[in-house]
Structures are given as structure tokens and as C-alpha cells.
């Protein structure tokens, strides 16, 4: 008798994994609460792979011998209860797909930074010459790449929410870009929930695979003296004056350092590289890490670095109107993103800010919005907690309720030389479909200015 396998959600992971599943030859049912998007339907359809929208149908979903979850549906909704009340294992995308892959996995987690650096990574290994893919949180879905192509590497970026339904999933080279205060509305608003979910990338790992993180942030280190970690680790800094495997900034020389046993492998200028502010030096960093750790030519990796185009919404510069710079950094979903895009700015800022709040934490946006912001406009259906965080702090706090209004009114809020910057702190799900659409809707009203 066939195995059968429910996917929850038919989004690009969902999809995914119904097509892994379908070549697979399991009894595939894929049950979306929600319409599917007519990309998707024309995939399934495609693949024979039965399902339905706007709905969860119990009879159809409760006789599964595995349930394979989307990420974006949070553990206490009905269905979901009740599948683990009658003890049916329920799964990830990457837990189902690494089943069916010998490729080596390269997974880069973090509360920032993820997706450059993966994007980065990737812009590496291509460049060499290597057979690779792009998944996770960018790009295809692993589970289709892994049905519909034959790569030697993947380059995995990888959230908490997928990192909850893995358990024998193996990384073979761990990326931990940092740990700060994210999602905590689905940890039970405890951060120590959320730690160990990022921890789990280094599940089922010995000595035979390798971790790479940043050893300025305190709660990595903490963490890491907590648990017992076998990998073989490299971190990288820009406060430690050496490393023994990894990399550091030489602030002297204004140049990245990378290091293996003790030893100088290669240099990198800060100015050189392709993607400014210190957010990218970390990311740089760990990129150039993941490309040494895979014997990558010096010559690629500082080509590479070089002549990296980042990815959109992320501090992406869109045009100047009078003087006035707007950038465009919509994938900024949480407090610390936004914080990376304030520091990295050094003109006088009108911040459009807001959404949905993940119970944010805004103190440590404090010194830069004091030292830096002259006005902030609020995009979102409730703006209770920035008025609240900012209120005394900056001259103008203005309430919008459309991305049109937002961008016309921080337009007459800043004059020549200053920077509109949108970067949101927050989820976008109450205005827009997404961060994407967000930002989408952000340029074209920065174009009819």
C-alpha cells in the first residue's frame, strides 16, 4: 500500500514537496486553507497531485501516514492539533527533501543577514564553477530542485520555522549569522525558544562537518559555551584583533583578514567589496568563509565579492528626488534589520516604519533615531507602539495608511541631501501581500513623485 503524504500549504515549499512526492510515487494530497496561486495549481495539476483551497477537509488529511508542514503555519492552528493528537509525524520541506539528495548542503541561518549571504555564497560558487543550487528562503524550493535537477551543492537559507520540523536533516556546513529578539509572538514570547530553534542547524552534526558564526554576537557565545559542539568552527569578528580559523576586520588597514590555523589565506579591502555597511562585512565575511572551507580559488572569492549585485528590497537604492535619496529596505522585518539600515545611512533620515509588531523591542534603535531621524512616518493599520517608542525623540511622527500617502509625505517631510529610508521593523502582512509587494509598492510611488 502507498505511503501518503498531506502537505499543509501549497505555497513554493509546499508545491515543492508535492512534486518530490508525487516522482516519489507516494499518495500525494496537498490541503491549503487558503487559494492557491494559479502558478502553483498549474504545477500540481502538472504532476497529478490531488488538492484543495480555501479549506481543510479532516477525512482527507487525518489518514496520513506523514504530514509535511509549510512554514509559515504556526503549530497551534486546529488542524495541526489534531494531527498530533492522533500522533502523525509532521515534517519540514528540507526534512522531506534531504531524503533524496547526497548533494553537500551549505544552510545559513540567522535573524539577519541570511539571504545576502546566501545570495553571496551562491554568486561564489557559481563563479567557480561548481554545480549548485539556491534554496530555502530563496530561490526554488529544495524539494523541487532535488525532484527536477541534479546539483552537487545547495546553498540552504534556512528560518527557525523550518528548523522546527527537521530532525534528521544534516548540514554539512552550518552558517549562524547572528541571534537577536525575532518571531518571539510564535516562541511563546521567550527568546530562549527561540535560540534553540536556530541552534538546531547544528542537529546530527560531528566533527566531520564544519559551523561558521559571528563570535561579536553574545548570545552565539553564550549559547556556545552551553551546549557541547563538535563541528569544526570558524567565526568571524570585527572587534577581535585575530581569529584563530575564520575571519576578523583589521581596522588599521581597513581590510577583512581571513585565517586558517593561525595563518594568513587572504585579504579583502572594505572598500572593494560590492555591498557597503557593516552589515556586509559580516556577510562577506561569512561568505568567504563557507568558499574557503570549499577549496574556492582566492582570485574567485575576491572577484566575487567585488561584483556581488545584493538582492531587492534590501537597502536598495531606488532614484533621488530633488536631492532627496530613497532607499528601499522592505526585507527589514524586524528591529535589528532596521537597525543595519539607520547605521549604515549617514545623511539625515525620514524612516517610513511599521506593520504588523512581532512584540518588537524598539530600545536599541534609540541612539540612532535620536542622532539621525527627523521624522518617521507610520505605515501600518496600528502604529500604537511607535508612536510610544519615539514619540519624545524626533520632531514629526506621522500616521499613513497607504504606501502612496507614506512615500508623498515623507517626501514633504525631507528636503535636499536628506535620505527617505524604508525599512519597517515589522511584518507586512497587514497592508501588503508581502515584504516584496511592500517594497514593489514603495518604488513605483517613489517613480510618480
Known amino acids: ?65 506523514e504530514v509535511i508542514k509549510s512554514p509559515g503555519i504556526p503549530d497551534t492552528v486546529p488542524v495541526l492539533l489534531e494531527i498530533k493528537e492522533l500522533g502523525i509525524p509532521i515534517i519540514s520541506e528540507l526534512e522531506f527533501a534531504a531524503r533524496y539528495t547526497e548533494a553537500v548542503k551549505i544552510c545559513i541561518t540567522g535573524s539577519n543577514g541570511k539571504t545576502t549571504t546566501a ?18 528562503n530563496v530561490g526554488k524550493s529544495l524539494a523541487y530542485q532535488v525532484a527536477t535537477a541534479n546539483y552537487d551543492y545547495y546553498v540552504i537559507e534556512i528560518s527557525s520555522f523550518q528548523l522546527d520540523n527537521m530532525y534528521q536533516f544534516k548540514s554539512d556546513l552550518s552558517v549562524l549569522m547572528n541571534i537577536t529578539p525575532d518571531h518571539l509572538d510564535r516562541y511563546d514570547y521567550k527568546f530562549q525558544n527561540y535560540v534553540d530553534s536556530k541552534f538546531r542547524i547544528l542537529q546530527n552534526t560531528s566533527n566531520k562537518e564544519s559551523f561558521i558564526y559571528c563570535s561579536d554576537d553574545d548570545t552565539i557565545i553564550k549559547e556556545i ?34 585565517i586558517s590555523n593561525n595563518k594568513q589565506q587572504m585579504t579583502m579591502q572594505i572598500e572593494d567589496l560590492a555591498i557597503k555597511g557593516k552589515h556586509n562585512v559580516y556577510n562577506s565575511m561569512a561568505a568567504g568563509i563557507i568558499a574557503q572551507c570549499l577549496n574556492i580559488r582566492k582570485d574567485i572569492i575576491r572577484e566575487s565579492l567585488m561584483d556581488f549585485r545584493n538582492v531587492e528590497h534590501r537597502l536598495e537604492s531606488v532614484i533621488s528626488v530633488h536631492g532627496i535619496k530613497f532607499i528601499n529596505d522592505s526585507k527589514a522585518t524586524n528591529v535589528n534589520s532596521a537597525w543595519y539600515a539607520l547605521e549604515s545611512i549617514d545623511s539625515k533620515i525620514v524612516w517610513i516604519a511599521g506593520g504588523i509588531d512581532k512584540g518588537n523591542d524598539y530600545s ?16 501600518g493599520k496600528d502604529n500604537t507602539a511607535l508612536h510610544k517608542a519615539f514619540g519624545d525623540m ?56
Open 119 to 136: 545570495m553571496l555564497t551562491y554568486h561564489i560558487l557559481q563563479k567557480a564553477g561548481l554545480n549548485v543550487g539556491l534554496a530555502g
Open 1 to 65: 500500500m502507498e505511503k501518503r503524504i498531506v502537505i499543509l500549504g501549497a505555497g513554493e515549499s509546499g508545491t515543492g514537496a508535492a512534486v518530490l512526492a508525487a516522482l516519489q510515487n507516494f499518495d500525494v494530497f496537498v490541503s491549503d486553507k487558503s487559494s492557491i496561486a494559479e502558478k502553483y495549481k498549474k504545477v500540481l495539476k502538472e504532476y497529478n497531485v490531488q488538492y484543495e483551497e480555501n479549506q481543510h477537509s479532516l477525512e482527507l488529511i487525518l489518514n496520513a501516514d
Open 394 to 449: 524626533v520632531p514629526k511622527i506621522v500616521d499613513t495608511g497607504s504606501m502612496l500617502e507614506a512615500v508623498k509625505t515623507a517626501y514633504y517631510l525631507g528636503k535636499k541631501d536628506d535620505t527617505v529610508l524604508l525599512s519597517p521593523a515589522c511584518a507586512s502582512f497587514d497592508l501588503f501581500d508581502n515584504y516584496e509587494d511592500r517594497g514593489t509598492q514603495f518604488k513605483i510611488a517613489v517613480r510618480t513623485l
Open 225 to 258: 559555551t552551553k551546549r557541547n559542539i563538535t563541528t569544526t568552527q570558524f567565526e568571524f569578528s570585527q572587534t577581535k584583533k585575530s581569529v584563530e580559523n575564520g575571519a576578523y576586520l583589521d581596522k588599521t588597514e581597513s581590510e577583512i583578514n581571513y
Open 364 to 379: 536599541i534603535l534609540t541612539d540612532l533615531v535620536k542622532t539621525k531621524v527627523k521624522a518617521i512616518v507610520c505605515l
